[in-house]
């Protein structure tokens, strides 16, 4: 069992930026995946950022260039730092982890104004 917990979102005025955290009750340093996924409201939930056990990263089309997934393996943490925010960024956004069952944060929104 894995616990995950973020924290980071807020209100921003467009073109700002915010850091989230996603912190794991456990070690999961042998995790298969560890990703970032939003649901904006009335939509279905979409995949956002990625990063392997090996560090490789994978991103939407829709975020590439403006938003950064890491991960801190001491801390057992990860983070996805989101810069250049838009309006359509607005969303609850959720951390997955695949060690390999697959857990979920309970989400923070992230809201941009215009």
């Known amino acids: 069992q894995v616990q995950l917990v973020e924290s980071g979102g807020g209100v921003v005025q467009a073109g700002g930026s915010l850091r989230l955290s996603c912190v794991a009750s456990?070690?999961?340093?042998?995790?298969?995946?560890m990703g970032w996924y939003r649901q904006a409201p009335g939509k279905q939930r979409e995949f956002v950022a990625s990063?392997?056990?090996?560090?490789?990263?994978d991103y939407a089309d829709s975020v590439k260039g403006r938003f950064t997934i890491s991960r801190d393996k001491a801390k057992d943490t990860v983070y996805l730092q989101m810069n250049s925010l838009k309006p359509e960024d607005t969303a609850v956004y959720y951390c997955?982890?695949?060690?390999?069952?697959?857990?979920w944060g309970q989400g923070t929104q992230v809201t941009v104004s215009s």
């Open positions: 997955n982890v695949l060690v390999p069952s697959s857990y």
């Open positions: 456990r070690s999961i340093r042998s995790a298969i995946l």
């Open positions: 990063i392997t056990r090996g560090d490789s990263t």
